[in-house]
């Protein structure tokens, strides 16, 4: 009797377990599948009766989001990647040194930077504004790359900095004992080691660059290096309470998202080494 009591306790919890699964994936689905019908629906169907399905599909709404997005694309792919190689520049050999090395000031310091997470990055939007004015890089892709180093820089230094501390001191000390000086050992052997994680640290900077919307609209203006972001927002109708063509803001949505999505899909193997740790 406990046996079958058991059974069925077994068989509940499977099943509530898939029925978990399976809502999640649903709710997940659903609405992107609903995203990407309205990107091939006409207006006039979407606006007059709106179903999952199209009736009558089209490239309209594609065609038009791709050719108005052209040249921000690029402008967000210069900023994403220039944002995430500055970063690994100056946080690989940072965290390198917060992790294995000894100096004054090391922890007062490490959580001094850690503690800039918790800073409200809307109070530095003007000054930045200022100051970028003042040294001519407002409104250019350098200037983004820069200011987005405020915020990416901490984590960036978080995550590499705990990589490097959990590798073994031995290797680096044999490496040196082969003939090796401290700076071959660490590239030859302490950034093979760790490149799950400066994979992390590279992907999410490029997201920050690629995603972000106060700096993007704030830093630039309508004759500068315009990125996708800000366009988006621009379809959706800027806040004018302008009618909004959803054809067109769900082909520009999707059609900023692959790149990010690509991306995963290429790195995903040191993606989840490194947030498996």
Known sequence: MSTTGYDATGVTLKATAYGVVAFLVLANLVPFLF????????????????????????????????????????????????????????????????????????????????????????????PIMDLWTALGVYNTIFGMILAYQVFVTPFSIWILRDFFENLPTDIEEAAQVYGCTQFTAFVRVILPLAAPGIVAVGFLAFLTGWNDFLFANLLTTGTGPVPAVPVLYGTIGGGSGERVYWGKLMAETLIIGTPPTIIYLVARNYLESAFSV
């Open 35 to 126: 995203i990407l019908s309205v990107s091939f629906m006409p207006p006039s169907e979407f606006f007059t009766d709106p179903h999952l399905v199209p009736y009558e599909p089209t490239l309209e709404a594609w065609t038009s989001g791709f050719e108005e997005l052209r040249g921000n694309l690029v402008n967000s792919f210069l900023i994403g990647a220039g944002t995430a190689l500055l970063a690994l520049v100056i946080t690989i050999p940072g965290a390198y040194a917060f992790a294995r090395k000894e100096f004054y000031g090391k922890t007062a310091g490490f959580y001094a930077i850690i503690s800039a997470m918790m800073f409200p990055y809307i109070l530095l939007v003007i």
